[in-house]
């Protein structure tokens, strides 16, 4: 069966700190990779997807970047974080466009 | 740009009671997924629905899809405290899914 580890679950970050946070799938390949953020009580909003490797597809400008340096990796950075970028990091997959995704167990980051 | 409104935003209500959460959505899409998120955690998938007419049940929950109407609800039958937690509805759109806004949901005993 398929799973997704996101790591890490919680981080605190001062202002102006490089930010890397990764996730991995198993039992799946080529896989579309997905991150989501969500502030506090607010809904989610999509931040990058990946149809595959060194495919990126950016839906919001902003401080952050992403890369897939393999097929079932998928990794958020940022070189210098803001407090605007504390949120719930969610990453997710689907076995290809338009089908059910899968989420990851999220990463709380708290800029300070 | 593909649009997904849910309503309730909040809703409040007292155990063994029925209610009906909405989701609309701007543009045509064939599937639709609901999923439920407690506090703190991470999207678990509910239901799938792939086709106008879709209906699936699983416990107090039934989802249904009407792709006419773009417009797929969530009812809750005899609600119970772990009922509790945000539920969104998600719409394919080009390349990824598009969430509506949550709807979060308390049971009171």
């Known amino acids: 069966s398929q799973t997704i580890h996101q790591w890490p679950a919680t981080l605190v970050q001062p202002v102006g700190s490089p930010l890397s946070l990764e996730c991995t799938v198993e039992?799946?390949?080529?896989?579309?990779l997905y991150w989501y953020r969500q502030a506090a009580g607010r809904g989610l909003q999509l931040l990058f997807y990946?149809?595959?490797?060194?495919?990126i597809s950016s839906e919001v400008p902003q401080n952050l970047s992403a890369s897939r340096p393999q097929d079932r990796q998928f990794i958020l950075s940022s070189k210098k974080l803001l407090l605007s970028d504390s949120g719930f990091y969610l990453c997710?997959?689907?076995?290809?466009?338009?089908?059910?995704?899968?989420f990851g167990q999220g990463t709380r980051l708290t800029v300070v | 740009e593909l649009k997904v409104e849910q309503n309730p935003l909040f809703l409040s209500m007292q155990e063994g009671k029925n209610y009906t959460i909405y989701c609309n959505y701007s543009?045509?899409?064939?599937?639709l997924y609901w999923y439920r998120q407690d506090p703190g955690k991470s999207l678990e998938s509910l239901f799938v629905?792939?086709?106008?007419?879709a209906v699936k049940q699983e416990g107090r929950l039934m989802a249904s899809l009407d792709t006419k109407a773009r417009l797929s609800t969530l009812h809750i039958t005899a609600a119970v405290h772990d009922l509790s937690a945000t539920y969104f509805c998600?719409?394919?759109?080009?390349?990824?899914?598009?969430f509506g806004t949550g709807t979060r949901l308390t049971v009171i005993p």
């Open positions: 998600a719409v394919t759109g080009a390349n990824n899914l598009f």
């Open positions: 997710a997959w689907s076995m290809g466009i338009n089908t059910e995704a899968f």
């Open positions: 543009t045509t899409s064939d599937r």
């Open positions: 039992g799946t390949s080529n896989p579309n």
């Open positions: 990946s149809v595959g490797i060194g495919q």
């Open positions: 629905l792939l086709s106008n007419g």
